[in-house]
């Protein structure tokens, strides 16, 4: 009996210490997981930061290039008198536009300037009041 009672206690140590010896085993490779993880991670945050310099210095580079062709278009513009828009149109260069405003206002009828122009009449009318309204305006 006391061998029995002896052998079965042996059984349950050894149950015991197997099982810790499991949980042990266990705990250490989740343990090296997570830290496998955490080592990824970083590696990747690394990356990323490393990418982020990179867009930065780029986007550096392309406003300093900006600023340099503002320069430069600054100084054609200084340098020949022209003005590099397409907004701004020169006031000496009267538009077809303007010549039939300027007919109608010294007396030309509306037949004359369709005739002189090669528009019909009622395009020249709506010119003339595009013109009136650009004036009111």
């Known amino acids: 009996m006391l061998i ?3 052998s ?7 149950a015991f210490c197997g ?15 997570s830290t ?3 080592e990824a991670v970083t590696v990747e945050e690394l990356d990323l930061e490393g990418r982020i310099a990179g867009i930065n210095n780029k986007l550096e580079a392309l406003t300093a290039i900006c600023l340099e062709l503002k320069e430069r278009f600054e100084s054609i513009e200084h340098r020949t008198g022209i003005v590099l828009s ?10 077809a536009y303007d010549m039939v405003c300027k ?3 010294r007396g030309k ?5 369709a005739r002189q122009f090669g528009r019909s009449k009622g395009e020249i009318e709506l010119i003339l ?3 009136q309204i650009r004036k009111e305006g």
């Not at 079965?8 to 050894?14: D, H």
């Not at 099982?19 to 997981?33: A, P, Y």
């Not at 397409?86 to 538009?95: K, L």
């Not at 009828?109 to 300037?113: A, F, G, H, Q, Y």
């Open 4 to 6: 029995l009672i002896a």
């Open 8 to 14: 079965t206690l042996l059984v349950l140590m050894v």
């Open 19 to 33: 099982g810790f010896l499991w949980f042990l085993i266990r705990f250490k490779r989740q343990r090296d997981f």
């Open 36 to 38: 496998h993880i955490q």
């Open 86 to 95: 397409r907004n701004v149109r020169a006031s000496s260069d009267p538009t």
């Open 103 to 105: 007919g109608f206002e």
């Open 109 to 113: 009828k509306v037949t004359e300037l």
């Open 129 to 131: 009041n595009l013109g």
